[in-house]
């Protein structure tokens, strides 16, 4: 008797505390490493609006083809979209470059 009621509680406490924990959401823009200044303010005001609601922010830039000579123009198209959503978040990851995709991770600021 007394070990069922002591699973009972065990049970009951890891309940509580799955139901306070916070789940991650990780939303991704994407660009290409000559995207217009048009398409680019389009896709920050989209990064402001996910950083607002409290999900990470996973921007990247994937090099087609022979692309990938463009490595220089991917991060700074990068860091100019860290620059202008400093307010809103702070980067997590630097501009990393893996295979094709160079990507960079931004945490929402807490309020």
């Known amino acids: 008797m007394d070990y069922k009621k002591f699973v009972y509680e065990q049970k009951k406490r890891d ?15 994407r660009f290409g490493p000559n995207t217009d ?16 609601e409290g999900a990470k922010l996973k921007a990247y830039v994937f090099f087609k083809g022979r692309s990938i000579i463009y490595k220089d123009q991917g ?24 295979g094709k995709r160079m990507t960079m991770f931004i945490a929402p600021k807490k309020k």
């Not at 309940?15 to 823009?29: F, G, P």
């Not at 200044?37 to 607002?52: A, N, R, S």
């Open 37 to 52: 200044d048009h398409d680019y303010d389009f896709k920050k005001k989209h990064g402001e609006k996910f950083l607002k």
């Open 75 to 98: 991060e700074i198209l990068l860091l100019r979209l860290a620059q202008d959503l400093e307010e809103f978040g702070k980067v997590e990851q630097m501009p990393k470059l893996e």
């Open 15 to 29: 309940k509580v505390l799955k139901a306070k924990t916070t789940k991650v959401v990780i939303k991704e823009i």
